[in-house]
C-alpha cells in the first residue's frame, strides 16, 4: 500500500478512485486499513480547500 498526499484535485480523484476498489473491504485487512487511510486524507483536503466553516447560531 502506498499512499501519497493529496494536494490537488487531481490528487483528490485520484484517490477518490482508489477508494472505490477498496471499500468493501473485509474488517481488518491491509485493504480496509487503506480505505480509512484514505478517507481520512479525503475528507482533510475537502474541509481544508472545500469547507464551510464554522456555522453562525443566529
Known amino acids: 500500500m502506498t499512499i501519497e498526499p493529496i494536494r490537488n484535485d487531481e490528487d483528490v480523484q485520484r ?10 473491504a473485509e474488517e481488518g485487512s491491509a485493504q480496509a486499513r487503506e480505505r480509512d487511510v484514505l478517507v481520512t ?3 482533510d483536503y475537502q474541509n481544508e480547500h472545500h469547507g464551510f466553516g464554522p456555522v453562525d447560531p443566529e
Open 15 to 24: 484517490a477518490f478512485r482508489r477508494l472505490e476498489s477498496v471499500f468493501q
Open 41 to 43: 486524507l479525503i475528507e
